[in-house]
Nanobody, 126 residues
Framework: QVQLVESGGGLVQTGESLRLSCAAS????????MGWFRQAPGKERELVAT???????????YYADSVKGRFTISRDNAKYMVSLQMNSLKPEDTAIYYC????????????????WGQGTQVTVSS
């Protein structure tokens, strides 16, 4: 069982930055994916970004079109932790952000992810 602990989030103004972090208690599978989904009120949960530890030691990343060029996902080399640096935040980025993980390649379906964090609120005021 992998446990995910999130940190970060908060209230910022348009154009400002925030950093989210998620630490996993372990990993599963030859490929291990950690990433972030978000869910705004009345909307479906959507994938924001993922990072996959591959068997060959080369990471692969994915970004939703809506955050490309503004958000960056990275990992800590010493442990299973990912961070999401969010720059140039917009009001439409306001949502609860959830860390998720699975022991396989990244997918966009939230139902494919086996492990979830508790969620952290990000609010961007205009």
């Amino acid at each position: 069982q992998v446990q995910l602990v999130e940190s970060g989030g908060g209230l910022v103004q348009t154009g400002e930055s925030l950093r989210l972090s998620c630490a996993a208690s372990g990993r599963s599978g030859n490929r291990f994916t950690m990433g972030w989904f978000r869910q705004a009120p009345g909307k479906e949960r959507e994938l924001v970004a993922t990072l996959t530890w591959n068997w060959n030691g080369v990471d692969s990343t994915y970004y939703a079109d809506s955050v490309k060029g503004r958000f960056t996902i990275s990992r800590d080399n010493a442990k299973y932790m990912v961070s999401l640096q969010m720059n140039s935040l917009k009001p439409e980025d306001t949502a609860i952000y959830y860390c998720a993980a699975r022991g396989n390649i990244a997918t966009a379906r939230s139902s494919d992810y086996d492990y979830w964090g508790q969620g952290t609120q990000v609010t961007v005021s205009s």
